[in-house]
């Protein structure tokens, strides 16, 4: 996989990353023979976000380290609808043909080899797919990930036609990953007005109690003296 510094950056980013391919080529020269590897890499953080790139070095950990800079650079943002997709696609790359089908819930994930482990680490969990034309481990990689940037967001379509989402789709249309976003955003706001809440408590009965915070009383005024 990748080095423990990219993994490092990964899990603090919380995100996930994926070698596909791994090709080792060699190159005769006058000198000898050079080395050099080339990885295919997927980067995603299971919640509808993933990048996918191609690094090359002479060595494979410091190819694999420029393919997950590469693919984090180039993430997309899946449309979601509930966890698997709201439309069929399809895409081709070379030979490659890949056509993706939404799926009801609990069917899975029905894929294989490169398209598998594309759609594991997307955040999708329900999909059917179907792998046509060329074998090519690197050309389906790229044809997945060009079928997933090509789905459409249902809300974006029906806002162009003027029409509610639930008219178009007969359904209401819900990304469950940005529901939890909210839900976090939600708790995180009600766990900092509870301590803004118990400081304002604590500051009222400083003040009561005639503490740190009450004003000091003022000293009284020496009485001039008769001549």
């Given amino acids: 996989m990748a080095t423990v510094s990219e993994r490092d950056k990964l899990a603090a980013e919380e995100l996930e990353d994926?070698?596909?391919r791994i090709d080792r080529t060699r190159k005769t020269v006058a000198g000898g023979r050079l080395s050099s590897a080339r990885v295919v890499v997927a980067v995603g953080d299971k919640r509808g976000h993933?990048?996918?790139?191609?690094?090359?070095a002479r060595n494979v950990p410091e190819a694999i380290s420029k393919g997950i800079r590469k693919a984090k650079k180039n993430m997309i943002d899946i449309p979601l609808d509930g966890y698997t997709i709201p439309h069929v696609?399809?895409?081709?790359?070379?030979?490659?043909?890949?056509?993706?089908?939404?799926?009801s819930r609990g069917t899975g994930i029905v894929a294989g080899g490169?398209?598998?482990?594309l759609i594991e680490i997307s955040g999708i969990r329900d999909i059917l797919t179907k792998s046509l034309g060329s074998g090519n481990v690197m050309n389906r990689a790229k044809a997945c990930f060009r079928a997933l940037s090509e789905l459409r967001n249902p809300e974006e379509v029906a806002q162009r036609r003027g029409i509610?989402?639930?008219?178009?789709?007969?359904?209401e249309i819900v990304n469950p990953y940005a529901k939890e976003e909210i839900e976090e955003d939600k708790q995180?706001?009600?766990?900092?007005?509870?301590?803004?809440?118990?400081?304002?408590?604590?500051e009222e009965e400083v003040f009561a109690e005639g503490g740190a915070g009450a004003e000091p009383e003022a000293a009284d005024e020496p009485e001039s003296q008769t001549q």
């Fill in 50 to 56: 993933i990048g996918l790139a191609i690094g090359k």
């Fill in 18 to 20: 994926r070698v596909i």
């Fill in 188 to 202: 995180e706001a009600i766990a900092e007005g509870a301590e803004e809440v118990v400081e304002a408590e604590a």
């Fill in 114 to 117: 490169a398209v598998r482990q």
């Fill in 89 to 103: 696609v399809q895409a081709k790359v070379g030979g490659a043909v890949i056509m993706l089908r939404p799926a």
């Fill in 164 to 171: 509610p989402v639930e008219e178009m789709m007969d359904r």
